[in-house]
């Protein structure tokens, strides 16, 4: 962190945070939780966000507490909240205010006892975070009405000065439990994966053997449509890119097709993963279809198969050839991927490093 602090880490809604920046703020974060909170290390802290700046300061926060993270899809509905959080044993959580209706309907059915509300603008300067939030709530309707009695704002939480966090708290590591990432649930409710430090750490170095065939260190800007809480943007947008000092921009709505065009437009994007559904939108959008991709060197694909016509035409497009492949979330997640210059179309590639793999 210090090598690369004032590199940025994460850029969103046109406010750019610096590695410096990203570790103060997670001390700030973590030094609430760690004396202003029941929490003790180990407890279980749910991130309910979308890919907003505020999600990689409340997971390096949490994690620098020693809790363990709960990774929350923003779409779920209060039911599937609800499951969610008592399977986990969840005790606290931060949550997008967009979302607190949902929670004041289920929380009395849960364990969690601090309630940290982020609001949409967050992170961002004075005057900024005030025309954010205000048109969120008043012109989009997008803040429900909701009371959560015992509710604290994100913003008092990673300005918390009161007291530093103690340089010898106990924190995880090895193979003590980092996060509890969910499953898609095709099957019923979504499952949760108990993830070790080593499980991520590993992982990461696997998929970064992969991508640092391509890019480098310190100097690149990859899109992340994708979003944080599934455990593929997780481990490369929170993991993989931290290492290697590289920018990551957050595309808080990757169905808004034109924020994913404003990424493009305002940096120089060298990487972008995505899912077939998205690429094939790209495709069919005239406006992406016009802009500049010289810069464009890592396009990668999971999630869901890829499509081959879609592939060729991406490349086509944008002289970038995607990498496609494969995971799942008891994995860390990535098992394999094709390598560049060797992809073959219709397949997810060769195994990641220290890999087995049985077909039965």
Same mark, same amino acid.
């Given at each position: 962190m210090r090598e690369r602090g004032s590199l940025g880490a994460y850029s969103c809604l046109g406010k750019t945070l610096s590695y410096q920046e990203w570790d103060q703020l997670s001390d700030q974060f973590a030094a609430y939780l760690h004396h202003d909170t029941a929490l003790v290390p180990g407890d279980r802290?749910?991130?309910?966000?979308?890919?907003?700046?505020? #999600?990689?300061?409340?997971?390096?926060?949490? *994690?620098?507490?020693?809790?363990?993270?709960?990774?929350?899809?923003?779409?779920?509905?209060? !039911?599937?909240?609800?499951?969610?959080?008592?399977?986990?044993?969840?005790?606290?959580?931060?949550?997008?205010?967009? #979302? @607190?209706?949902?929670? &004041?309907?289920?929380?009395?059915?849960?364990?969690?006892?601090?309630?940290?509300?982020?609001e949409l603008g967050d992170l961002q300067s004075p005057l900024r975070r005030f025309s954010i939030n205000f048109a969120a709530k008043f012109l989009k309707s997008a803040v429900p009405n909701y009371r959560l009695s015992n509710a604290v704002a994100f913003r008092d939480c990673y300005t918390y000065l009161s007291h530093p966090l103690p340089a010898q708290l106990e924190t995880g590591s090895g193979d003590d439990l980092a996060a509890i990432l969910y499953t898609g649930g095709t099957t019923g409710y979504s499952k949760g994966a108990m993830l070790s430090h080593n499980n991520l750490i590993a992982n990461m170095m696997q998929l970064w053997s992969r991508c640092g065939l391509i890019?480098?260190?310190?100097?690149? &800007?990859?899109?992340?449509?994708?979003?944080?809480?599934? +455990?593929?943007? #997780?481990?490369?947008?929170?993991?993989?890119?931290?290492?290697?000092?590289?920018?990551?921009?957050?595309?808080?709505?990757?169905?808004?097709?034109?924020?994913?065009? +404003?990424?493009? *437009? !305002?940096? !120089?994007?060298?990487?972008?993963?995505?899912?077939?559904?998205?690429?094939?939108?790209?495709? &069919?959008?005239?406006? #992406? @279809?016009?802009?500049?991709?010289?810069?464009?060197?890592f396009c990668g694909a999971g999630g869901m198969a890829l499509s081959t016509s879609i592939a060729k035409r991406w490349q086509h497009l944008t002289g970038c050839e995607i990498f496609e492949g494969y995971g799942l979330t008891e994995c860390s997640p990535v098992v394999s991927v094709n390598l560049p210059g060797k992809v073959r179309l219709g397949t997810v590639g060769e195994l990641v490093p220290e890999t087995e793999i049985m077909a039965i």
């Open positions: 802290i749910a991130i309910q966000l979308p890919n907003l700046l505020h #999600f990689p300061v409340a997971l390096l926060g949490a *994690v620098k507490a020693g809790l363990v993270v709960v990774s929350t899809n923003p779409l779920y509905t209060a !039911k599937e909240m609800a499951h969610q959080f008592r399977d986990s044993g969840a005790k606290a959580v931060v949550i997008l205010s967009s #979302f @607190c209706d949902k929670l &004041e309907s289920i929380i009395s059915e849960t364990d969690i006892s601090s309630v940290i509300v982020a890019i480098g260190e310190g100097v690149e &800007e990859i899109a992340a449509p994708l979003p944080l809480y599934h +455990s593929y943007a #997780f481990l490369l947008h929170c993991l993989a890119m931290p290492y290697a000092g590289n920018l990551s921009v957050l595309i808080p709505n990757p169905r808004d097709l034109d924020s994913v065009l +404003s990424a493009f *437009v !305002k940096h !120089k994007i060298s990487g972008f993963v995505g899912i077939n559904t998205l690429y094939l939108a790209l495709l &069919e959008h005239p406006a #992406f @279809c016009a802009l500049d991709f010289s810069d464009l060197r």
